[in-house]
C-alpha cells in the first residue's frame, strides 16, 4: 500500500540561539512499508521521529529527501488533484490530543460531515446517513452529533477522531499515540475499539507508541526508532523474542513482563540531541557494547530470512545476550533486580 524509502526529513531549529540555522535531523535514511491489512507497530522513545513519520505516511508532510510509494507510485509524482483524492481518502490519521485534533467550533455532526463535503461522497441523504453511521461504529449515541467537541469527554472525542478518519472508508488508518493524551480509565477501551475496527473493516494500521510492550501485541510488524533512524525492524514476535539492537532490548526492559526481563536495564545519559546527532550509530553514547567501530559509520542493515533486520555492529545474540550474568559490568547503565 505505502512504501517510504530512504526518507529524510530535516526541520529549521525552532528557536535562536547557537543552532538558530541549524537543521533538526527529525528522520534520516528511513525505510518502511505498510502492506495491505496489516497492522506496522512504530516505537520510540519521544523526539525519535515517530510523529515525523506519521506525517511523512499520510500525505501531511512531503519528505526533504526520499520516496513515497502509494500503491508503486512516487506520491510527490502524482498531480495534487489525484495525490489529496486518491491518496488522501486511503490514508487517514488520527494524532495523539483529540481536544487539538478536532476544530472546537464545530459540531460533533459537521466535523464527521466535512470530509465527505470536501471529497463530494454520494448525495445529501447519502451524507447524513453516513454521518449516522460513523457515529455507530465508534460506539457514541446519536444526540453526540449536536455536541461540540469541548462538551465531551477525552475519549469520546478521540472516537469522533477516529470516526473522522474513517469517513472516506480508508485503507489504512495511521494511529499516532491515540491513548497516551487519555485519562489511564479510558485507554483500554479506545484501543479496542480501534482493534476491533481493523478487524471489522480489514483495516491496514500503523501503530505508533512510545510503550514496546503494547505495540509489540498489536502489530504483525515492529520498526523501532531512535534519534530519527529505524534501528530494527521486523515480524513482532521475532523482534519480541530476540531483540537484536541493546535499544530494543532496552525499551523491553523498561516496561517488563511477567515473565521475561528479571533484570532491568535502565539507560542513563541525556538523548542526544536531533541538531547535532552523535556520528556513525547514534545509540552509541548511551550504548553499553559501544566502542570505536561504533562511531565510524551508521551500521548496515543486517537481518534474517523472515525480514528482522538490524543496524548494529554488535547485536545482541544466543552467545552474547545483553545481560549475561557472568558477564562484564556495563558502563553505560545501571542494573536493578526486580
Ligand atoms: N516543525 C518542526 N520544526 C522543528 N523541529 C521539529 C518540528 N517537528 C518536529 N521537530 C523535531 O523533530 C524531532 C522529531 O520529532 P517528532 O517526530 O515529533 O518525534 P516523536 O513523535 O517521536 O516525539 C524532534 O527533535 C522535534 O523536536
Ligand atoms: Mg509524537
Redesign the pocket.
Known sequence: MIRLENIH?R????GGGLFRHDA?H??TVASVEVAKGETLGLV????????????VLTGLQKPTEGTVRFRGEDLWRLPAARRRKEFGTAVGIVFQDPSTALNPRMRVGRILRDPLDVHRRGTEREREERVEELLDLVGLPGHTLRALPGQLSGGQQQRVAIARALALEPDVIVA??PTSALDVSVRAQVLNLLMDLRARLGLGMVF?S?DIQTVRHLSDRLAV?YL?RIVEEGPARAVAAGPAHPYTEALFSATPSLLEHTQRIILTGPVP???NPPSGCRFRTRCWKADDACATAFPAAEGTADGHRRHCVHPLTEDAPALSPSGPTPVSIARSTS
Open positions: 526529513v526541520h529549521k531549529a525552532r533538526v527529525a528522520l520510540g522513545e519521544s523526539g525519535s521521529g515517530k510523529s515525523t513519520l506519521a506525517r499516532d499515540e505508533i512510545h526508532l530519527g540531541s536531533a541538531v
